[in-house]
Structures are given as C-alpha cells and as structure tokens.
T-cell receptor
Framework: GAGVSQSPSNKVTEKGKDVELRCDPI?????LYWYRQSLGQGLEFLIY????????KSGLPSDRFSAERTGGSVSTLTIQRTQQEDSAVYLC?????????????????FGEGSRLTVL | AQSVSQHNHHVILSEAASLELGCNYS??????LFWYVQYPGQHLQLLLK??????LVKGIKGFEAEFIKSKFSFNLRKPSVQWSDTAEYFC????????????FGQGTELSVKP
C-alpha cells in the first residue's frame, strides 16, 4: 500500500482479554517499529524489527506483551490478559532500512495507530 | 539508557511570534537527532533530521534546529509561526551504537492563536 496500515483502528475490550494489533508496513521497508502513545506520556518505544528479527525488545512493558513479524512484512503486537493501564494508542512505523542506513533511509513513516480501550 | 527531555509541555503563541522548543538528550556517544510533528487528526511525520555535518539543520515549512553537542541539545526554531503550525512536536534521538532504536521525548503541544 501507499502508507503504513494498522488494524483495528479502534478496539474496546474487557480487562483480562487478549488483543492482537496488526501492522502492514510500506512495501519494501525492512525496519518496523512499535510505539505506545498515552496522554501526557509521549511516545514510548516498545520494540523494533530489522527484517524478521527483533534486535531490541527492551521497551516491552511486561511479559504480557509480545510481537512478531513474518515474511519481513506484516507485524502483530499481542497483549495478553489486558489491563486498564494498557489503554493507549499503539503506533506502528516502518523505515526503508532503519536508522543504520543513514540519512537517506533514516525516516520513520507512521501509521494512524490502533486505539485500545480496556474496560 | 538514552532519554530525551522536552522542556515545554504546552506553548501558546500568537501568529508571527518566534518559536523555540527545547530538547535535551542524555547519551554521551554519537547520536542521530530528529523532530517529528503531529498535526491535529494526522499521523506523525518527519520535520527534520540531523545525522552529521552542519549542526544547523533546515526542515520543511521554515523550521530549523541546531545541534549543540556540548549542551546535548537539539532545539527547534521558527522565526515566525503561523496558525497552521498548531500541532504536537516530538524530539527523538537514536544512539548510533545501540542500533536502530529511536527514543522520543514527551512532546510539546504548540497552539498558535490567529
């Protein structure tokens, strides 16, 4: 597609349920990032992928959070046993080669986000 | 661990006023620096970036930022703001020897009064 696509755009769930958020990056982009945006908290880094590998998972808040990427394309962020504090907008971004590629490829293109509300 | 601090949470200006948004980072090594902007109802987009070379970087829509290594700062400036600059602005840093991880600040909301 022309841009980064995220689904669902809105998700309301009950506490304790599992949720899956999907990200379709721009075709050909090898790097993919997940962030969480909460009111007043800015963008919290969760994880990034280079191809199918995740060199840095340090931002995942707990073991309830996991992410995978298959075929160097689509990524899924899974939150198990959701809690109310998980409510936020989850943003995905992709980059042609990530920041290691230098200034010509070091731009992240963001999707619209998935707004998660845990009741 | 690297971190980014944006001093102002909300800035209110009148049109034609000058703008400076502060950004400081904590990392002693080589960094790449960015400013992203999120206009109301839109997704985040790149405003400007610094990788190396001239520490004064010019971006889109008349914005510029200056990298001052000794102060660990990358402040964003614009000589004369417009109502259309109303948005949230995020500073971000990548520590070069820590791979492709990009850390964002808390954001500064800019409101420009017509």
């Amino acid at each position: 597609g022309a841009g980064v696509s995220q689904s669902p755009s809105n998700k309301v769930t009950e506490k304790g349920k599992d949720v899956e958020l999907r990200c379709d990056p721009i075709s050909g982009h090898t790097a993919l990032y997940w962030y969480r945006q909460s009111l007043g908290q800015g963008l919290e880094f969760l994880i990034y992928f280079q191809g199918n590998s995740a060199p840095d998972k340090s931002g995942l808040p707990s073991d309830r959070f996991s992410a995978e990427r298959t075929g160097g394309s689509v990524s899924t962020l899974t939150i198990q046993r959701t809690q109310q504090e998980d409510s936020a907008v989850y943003l995905c971004a992709s980059s042609f080669y990530g920041l290691a590629g230098g200034p010509s490829t070091g731009e992240l293109f963001f999707g619209e986000g998935s707004r998660l509300t845990v009741l | 661990a690297q971190s980014v601090s944006q001093h102002n949470h909300h800035v209110i200006l009148s049109e034609a006023a000058s703008l400076e948004l502060g950004c400081n980072y904590s990392y002693g090594g080589t960094v790449n620096l960015f400013w992203y902007v999120q206009y109301p109802g839109q997704h985040l987009q790149l405003l400007l970036k610094y990788f190396s070379g001239d520490p004064l970087v010019k971006g889109i829509k008349g914005f510029e930022a200056e990298f001052i290594k000794s102060k660990f700062s990358f402040n964003l400036r614009k000589p004369s703001v417009q109502w259309s600059d109303t948005a949230e602005y995020f500073c971000a840093v990548n520590a070069v020897n820590q791979g492709g991880k990009l850390i964002f600040g808390q954001g500064t909301e800019l409101s420009v009064k017509p």
